[in-house]
Nanobody, 127 residues
C-alpha cells in the first residue's frame, strides 16, 4: 500500500512558476513509476507527465512539453512537477499517482496503469 500526499498548488498569474511535490509513504518508492495527472472542471482526468522507476526516462503530454519538468528523488520518496510559463489553460486539480510497472520505455501514461492516487492539489492560473 502506498499513500501519496501532494503539495505546492496555489493561485498564480500567467507566466509564473510553481513546483508541485508528492511524498509517498513506505520504503519501496523506487519500485513505482510515478506520474502527474490533472482534471479541470467539466473535463476528464488527463495525463500530464510520467517518470520511470529509475528516473532515467520521462514522458509529457504535448501541451506541457518545454514548460513542465517531472523529476524524482528516491532518497526522499518524492516526485516533483516543476511548472514554468503557466497558462490559464493549466488550471486544474493536479494528482500524483504511482504505478507498479513502467509499462513503456518512458513510463505509464494511462490512468488505469496507476494503482495509487493522491487527493490532489489545486492549481489556478489567472490571466
Amino acid at each position: 500500500q502506498v499513500q501519496l500526499v501532494e503539495s505546492g498548488g496555489g493561485l498564480v498569474q500567467a507566466g509564473d512558476s510553481l513546483r508541485l511535490s508528492c511524498v509517498a509513504s513506505g520504503r519501496t518508492f523506487s519500485r513505482y513509476a510515478m506520474g502527474w495527472f490533472r482534471q479541470a472542471p467539466g473535463k476528464e482526468r488527463e495525463f500530464v507527465a510520467a517518470v520511470t522507476r529509475s528516473g532515467s526516462n520521462t514522458d509529457y503530454t504535448d501541451s506541457v512539453k518545454g514548460r513542465f519538468t517531472i523529476s524524482r528523488d528516491n532518497t526522499k520518496n518524492t516526485v516533483y512537477l516543476q511548472m514554468n510559463s503557466l497558462k490559464p489553460g493549466d488550471t486544474a486539480v493536479y494528482y500524483c499517482a504511482a504505478a507498479q510497472d513502467d509499462y513503456s520505455e518512458y513510463g505509464p501514461a494511462r490512468p488505469y496503469e496507476y494503482s495509487y492516487w493522491g487527493q490532489g492539489t489545486q492549481v489556478t492560473v489567472s490571466s
